[in-house]
DNA sequence: GACAGCATGTAATGAGTTACATGATTAA
DNA sequence: TTAATCATGTAACTCATTACATGCTGTC
């Protein structure tokens, strides 16, 4: 029986809403938890168990056909524990940004690698921010699976369009300037992008 | 004999630029690397002895005064090292945002709960943005420690300058919006902020 | 009858954090 | 002389990932 975690939590915070299998709660980790607490689907079954253990959660064995499913429900301490979890300060955003260590680093390679590097980030934030958009309008026309949750789901949706923007928008003009320089060991004064050390207003 | 990860490279990217000792490698790390890369000092210590085992850096003892200090310098074969992982497709940005968590299950706990869990993370943000603004004025200003490398900076830079200023302006308008609210668990339909589900123009 | 997807896990491994240990130097 | 900071690490632990294992079910 391991200590309670943030992703516990997060999971706990899924049962309160309704119960799920363990196969819909990864699902669900996949559709939410992936934009800003990403893990790997195995710890579901390993939390799972945990909170049953913890007595946050209740177990139930179906068998649908011939296949099993289990089906988690949230138990009164297991509510309890939410909203106690709920008071804790939670830490605020974590960055890991493996691609801009070799954007900081770019100098001691080619201005094809910094490019590609580049495309690669940006390619890969429009992918992201096309499926916030898709989600978004979804929510916003059909309410989604859970309109009484609408409200809270708002807070979470707008930082996560702001960000994917942010970063597809910077990868873009990253890219511009790299295009314009001659070298990537450039010192020209000239290479260095404008206003790129103050806030857009 | 450890396999080398990308923090690693990281490390290695700052040998590539001048030598450094194993203490001011470790203050550089919370210098830089802390915004996008964040590891414990303790890895440092690790991770300079791994380098050298895999003949990309070596390692001298000096004793300045009776205190021993251990400088580290790139080798040949680590600035090839190097060059070739920056031709690596790196990962995109990977956000661990666990308060986010909190505001996602604002529902199941209080209003003073959410509040105060914006109120820290914009507190947090604003702390983190004055620190970006108040760095970004000395490069702008003076070039920094490495004016020669001012233009790739400048790239990483406009990033965490929009970046501390997205999750500051986020949490000062979620509060204002949770403010507005009577309760954390309306369904109030008007009480979803207008324009949440859209991209700002 | 094969293959994609449903459904639930376990084992091995690894990266990273926390906490601790140690002693020197310098400024108040 | 006390505290802060310099300077370098080690050990234990935890959290998480990767890779694998298993068998069912519906469809082409």
Known sequence: ?????????????????????????????DRTF?????????????????????????????????????????????????????????????????????????????KEQLLATLRSVRRGAEALRREALARCREYDETGGPS???LHVIALVARFLLDYTDLTASWAAWAEEQVDQWDDVTSV?????PPDAFRLRP
């Open 1 to 29: 029986m391991r200590a309670l975690s943030s992703t516990s939590y997060a999971i706990l915070g899924l049962l309160a809403v309704r119960s799920w299998s363990a196969y819909e709660l990864a699902k669900q980790m």
């Open 34 to 110: 992936r934009w800003y607490w990403p893990r790997a689907e195995s710890v579901l079954y390993e939390e799972t168990k945990n909170l049953v253990a913890h007595g946050l959660a209740t177990a139930a064995k179906h068998t649908a056909g011939r296949r099993s499913r289990t089906v988690y429900t949230i138990t009164e301490r297991g509510r309890q524990a939410l909203a106690g979890w709920l008071g804790q300060p939670g830490a605020g955003p974590v960055l890991n940004f493996e691609a801009l260590i070799q954007v900081a680093f770019a100098d001691q390679g080619t």
């Open 147 to 149: 309109p009484e949750r």
């Open 188 to 192: 020209d004064r000239a290479a260095v």
